[in-house]
């Protein structure tokens, strides 16, 4: 299976800042990688797919690059809606793996 | 607009089976590839199976091969998920969710509610 391994696993930040995620896969998925956001309580939100493309609907503060086995997102000038927990997902081979996550507060 | 309905969570013993359902309005689940995905409490999303477009073509994860089985109703747009031989660790949130397809990533843009599954004795 392919691992994905997110980091960190918890950041602090403020309204306004500009925050890197990283997520890390174990072998080369090209750009087969996914970014969501879950609010407490939420159901998942599709963000970025295929490593940079934005989603409809979400706001262009987020933005995501990276291939291989490397990837980032980036959220800038953070809002407190954006306080969440956010997850990498790898899709080029089944099991379609998730990261642990990384916790974004305040 | 896509919307995704769920039902048929609840609590089951140990070794007994539940049926969740997944019913779709806005498309139609002969064009598009679908995804179950759980999520134990305060942990992180695991993918848990696919079925693909055609209906037929189905994997799984390890954890749920073998006791888990994917299906769809196409008349009635409803997807399914059969779980037998149920474990103390199934238990979680159940979403279902739909693949965008390859250009996209195979990314899930629209999700179901979630269905809680507690296996308790």
């Known amino acids: 299976d392919i691992q994905v391994t997110q980091s960190p696993s918890s950041l602090s930040a403020s309204v306004g800042d500009r925050v890197t995620l990283t997520c890390r896969a174990s072998?080369?998925?090209?750009?087969?990688l996914n970014w969501y956001q879950q609010r407490p309580g939420n159901v998942p939100n599709l963000l970025i797919y295929?490593?940079?493309g934005l989603q409809s609907g979400v706001p262009p503060r987020f933005s995501g690059s990276g291939s291989g086995t490397d990837f980032t997102l980036t959220i800038s000038n953070l809002q407190p809606e954006d306080f969440a927990t956010y997850f990498c997902?790898?899709?080029?081979?089944?099991?379609?793996?998730f990261g642990e996550g990384t916790s974004l507060d305040i | 607009q896509v919307q995704l309905v769920q039902s048929g969570g609840g609590v089951v013993q140990p070794g007994r089976s539940l049926r969740l359902s997944c019913a779709a309005s806005?498309?139609?689940?002969?064009?598009?590839?679908m995804h179950w995905v759980r999520q134990a409490p305060g942990k992180a999303l695991e993918w848990v199976a696919l079925?693909?477009?055609?209906?037929?073509?189905?994997y799984y994860a390890d954890s749920v091969k073998g006791r888990f089985t994917v299906s769809r109703d196409a008349f009635e747009n409803t997807l399914f998920l059969q779980m037998n031989s149920l474990r103390a660790e199934d238990t979680a949130v159940y979403f279902c969710?739909?693949?965008?397809?390859?250009?996209?990533?195979?990314?899930?843009?629209?999700w179901g509610q979630g269905a809680l599954v507690t296996v308790s004795s």
């Open positions: 072998q080369d998925i090209m750009t087969y």
């Open positions: 806005g498309f139609t689940y002969s064009t598009r590839s």
């Open positions: 997902q790898q899709a080029y081979r089944t099991p379609y793996t």
């Open positions: 969710a739909r693949d965008q397809g390859n250009s996209f990533g195979h990314s899930f843009d629209f």
């Open positions: 295929a490593a940079s």
């Open positions: 079925l693909f477009f055609d209906g037929k073509t189905q």
